[in-house]
T-cell receptor
Framework: GDSVTQMEGPVTLSEEAFLTINCTYT??????LFWYVQYPGEGLQLLLK?????DKGSNKGFEATYRKETTSFHLEKGSVQVSDSAVYFC??????????FGGGTRLMVKP | DAGVIQSPRHEVTEMGQEVTLRCKPI?????LFWYRQTMMRGLELLIY????????DSGMPEDRFSAKMPNASFSTLKIQPSEPRDSAVYFC???????????FGPGTRLTVT
């Protein structure tokens, strides 16, 4: 079946550091890929998405590129802020099925 | 606009008691999803509705769990009887595009002692 694997956290960075959170997936065909963010005490929010190979999703300074050849969708941000501290979930939808989530990666940004 | 509303935000109950979690989806959204989040199992889809009709309940862990959607603006998830292993955060989400573009509520943190 479909699956999503994320790097384990927590990821701890200083403010203004570069962020990469790795995400790889296993799925047949051409899934749509997503990053969700969960701030403390809140529900998940869609951060960005990409629906086909080589598409780049972007939002709030975050980017991720759909790489079919490496089955990856790594999340990046050039300069993180304390307010980016949250749990980030990579997810996919394949063939109209439901969302399949990765385990989540906690990001902690220190001033 | 109001987002997805869930109540209560926190629930503490004793083993064996009945628990009812409530969700009000965003107006106009015709899909509603119930998820459970735990440290051990991550995020799991329990059940989802389309136009108030349950479409897939294969994620409901056992018969102690039931969900209803009597109208387009209200859904409940009931656990009877509750057990300590049901302790988790339960999220409700809604959308107009099936599994795409889901909007999540703030969740209900359930603790069963």
């Amino acid at each position: 079946g479909d699956s999503v694997t994320q790097m384990e956290g927590p990821v701890t960075l200083s403010e203004e550091a570069f962020l990469t959170i790795n995400c790889t997936y296993t799925a047949t065909g051409y899934p749509s890929l997503f990053w969700y963010v969960q701030y403390p005490g809140e529900g998940l929010q869609l951060l960005l998405k990409a629906t086909k190979a080589d598409d780049k999703g972007s939002n709030k300074g975050f980017e991720a590129t759909y790489r079919k050849e490496t089955t990856s969708f790594h999340l990046e941000k050039g300069s993180v802020q304390v307010s980016d501290s949250a749990v980030y979930f990579c997810a996919l939808i394949n063939a109209g099925n439901m969302l399949t989530f990765g385990g989540g990666t906690r990001l902690m940004v220190k001033p | 606009d109001a987002g997805v509303i869930q109540s209560p935000r926190h629930e503490v109950t004793e083993m064996g008691q009945e628990v009812t979690l409530r969700c009000k989806p965003i107006s106009g959204h015709d899909y509603l999803f119930w998820y459970r989040q735990t440290m051990m199992r991550g995020l799991e889809l329990l059940i989802y509705f389309n136009n108030n009709v349950p479409i897939d309940d294969s994620g409901m862990p056992e018969d102690r769990f039931s969900a209803k959607m009597p109208n387009a603006s209200f859904s409940t998830l009931k656990i009877q009887p509750s057990e300590p292993r049901d302790s988790a955060v339960y999220f409700c989400a809604s959308s107009t595009q099936g599994p795409y573009e889901q909007y999540f509520g703030p969740g209900t943190r359930l603790t069963v002692t």
